[in-house]
């Protein structure tokens, strides 16, 4: 029973990286309908970036001081998402936006190579090998206070949900409370109407990318101090994870990408304990597969309107 238990924690971990990738998929998605393949990659980036900060110019270790750990690690959030925020909306300016109007597979096309720029830009940069750093968070069990010592809860797994919830939760309220979250919905629905009832539907779906990237190298920070390695090609396992969450969920659906990456990390921890790590991708394809078969609308359903 401990091994489920130390394996569900593990999955609730990853199913929260999952879901910060996730949501850079739905919310594109909902607005312009494009499965924008290079977002896994920007990802993969955004661990890159925090990686290069963490090691290359701040030099953090376990055995900097906690205050200064904290302050560097959150600067290193703030600046790593700014960073792939500019990269998405760049890419939506100069790869997406000249085929809006084009037919469906141009942009989806454009995606793949978009996504295969950013792999090879990292190839270039960083090398093909393993990129690693330190543990930099105390080893030590947290429930080891009170007296547990047969599960084990790490100060990683800690700081994953410390940064994802509020982040997601953040999400959901400008989506829901603010203007420029009601002119997203709007232009979801309809990007038609939305520019006539006065929303700007360029500016609009540029502010989309920004949060997208921004979330993605969250997510990216998350992941390199919560496994402490990075690669060219992680944004593949990462991005099929996420693609396949928010479709489980309900693409469109932010709630629903949510609980579909929630689920999805929860998969794959207990493939990678009980079966094998082999299989893991696989048994994701056969969900994604299923999904779109059985309930291609997912969990939650999908939050879009039908266009024409």
Do not use: C
Request: hydrophobic share 55%; aromatic share 8%; proline share 3%.
């Amino acid at each position: 029973m401990d091994q489920v238990i130390q394996t569900f924690i593990i999955g609730l971990s990853n199913g929260l990286i999952f879901a910060l990738v996730a949501l850079g998929y739905t919310l594109v998605y909902g607005i312009i309908e494009l499965i924008n393949f290079a977002h896994g990659d920007l990802f993969m980036i955004g661990s890159m970036i925090a990686l290069a900060q963490i090691a290359g110019i701040w030099h953090l270790s376990s055995a900097t001081s906690p205050l200064v750990l904290v302050g560097v690690i959150v600067l290193v959030i703030a600046v790593t998402m700014v960073i792939t925020a500019v990269i998405n909306v760049t890419i939506e300016r100069v790869a997406y936006r000249p085929l809006r109007n084009a037919p469906k597979l141009a942009p989806l096309i454009s995606a793949i190579g978009m996504s295969y720029v950013l792999q090879n830009i990292a190839n270039l940069i960083a090398g093909p090998a393993n990129k690693s750093i330190d543990n930099l968070f105390p080893t030590t069990n947290l429930l080891s206070v009170f007296g547990i010592t047969t599960i084990t809860v790490t100060f990683q797994q800690v700081f994953v949900a410390i940064v994802t919830i509020p982040l997601l939760i953040a999400l959901s309220w400008f989506v829901d409370r603010t203007r420029q979250g009601r002119a997203m919905r709007a232009t979801a629905q309809d990007p038609d109407t939305a520019g006539l009832m006065g929303v700007d539907v360029n500016r609009t779906i540029a502010l989309t990318f920004l949060i997208g990237g921004a979330l993605a190298g969250a997510a990216g920070v998350v992941q390199i101090l919560y496994n402490n390695v990075t690669v060219y090609n992680l944004g593949f396992r990462f991005g099929l994870n996420a693609f396949t969450s928010a479709v489980l969920g309900g693409i469109g659906n932010l709630n629903g990408a949510v609980v579909g990456a929630l689920v999805l990390g929860q998969i794959n921890a207990y493939s990678d304990r009980y079966l094998s790590a082999n299989w893991t991708n696989a048994i994701v394809f056969g969900v994604l597969i299923a999904v779109l078969v059985f309930k291609p609308t997912g969990l939650l359903g999908q939050q879009l309107a039908d266009r024409a």
